[in-house]
């Protein structure tokens, strides 16, 4: 099983390619530093045969519909050799989905494992737009994460597009819990145009993923408070009574305030109003975006189905035999 990488998508294909041939050098090098690199991918059984992990699948690539029609060209762009920075040949910008498919052609099939083809999911997106993005990359994450028995290994690249997006991503890996890597790619000063990595240090820069995905007596516990504002002690036994099957190794309200109540009032989620406690300001902001993600999940679609139902995603199989 591979990676899907999702990723933004602005008017620079090097965003794209670049991690991609960086990820296909290391692929292909597979020295001890290589294989540590790659050694939280794939299943079990691949790292105890010592078979190589982290090759590519498939790519889902959020952008505006600018970009997607070709009204909006790419920017000019230069092939420079793996690992250097070069100012030439510069080529001219063009159509991006027909430009980066080519170049896809060229670098995918050294991090493909094995199969004969890609799959690139081209999603629509509203750049100034941030719930309408989060809500088309939560369906993606929620598509992912619930096929086959473990769902489909993502990595999520913060480089390209632009903040919407980028925050957009961000949060959807955070709130699902579902992503393996967050990561950035970063270019030497003057190698912006460059469509391959430009130096080994300091170009792929791994960020951390910071899970707020919340536990079901936490959802609980919110769910009390929606109704009306109560004390620790009415908390208690109205979740002793309507949760109980969550409530397993709680007996006693103290511990009920240390395990839960306390760190739920430390992040905001509930706040204390006249000895009682309320809804806290974190969660107003918290919940549309969970509810979103609870969709997602209830929906149970793949991705593939998803591309069959939605207008603003589509599927395209790239031929990558050489």
Known sequence: MGVYHLMGLGRSVGVITGPISYLAHRYQRWNTDDQVFFARSGEVR????NQKVGDIQALVLFTTPEILSGGLLCLDYIDNPDGRVTEVPQKKGGATK?????MLKRRWPSIVGGRESGDVFWCEIDRRDIQMTYNRI?????ALSSSGGQGHEM???LTGGNNVINLALELAANLSGEVARLYYIQAETGAEKCTRFTAENGYWVELPVMPLALGRLTLAILDLLTHKAMTSEELYSRAHTEYWDLMHGISS???FMEAYLRPMWKQGLIAESEASYVMGPQWALIQPYQERLQIAQRTQRSLEQLAQQESWITRETLNLTR
Not at 98 to 102: A, M, P, S, T, V
Not at 138 to 142: C, E, G, H, M, T
Request: no cysteine.
């Open 46 to 49: 691949q790292r105890q045969k």
């Open 98 to 102: 027909e430009i980066l498919g080519q």
């Open 138 to 142: 939560i369906q993606i994450v929620a």
């Open 155 to 157: 990595w999520i690249n």
């Open 253 to 255: 309200q103290e511990a």
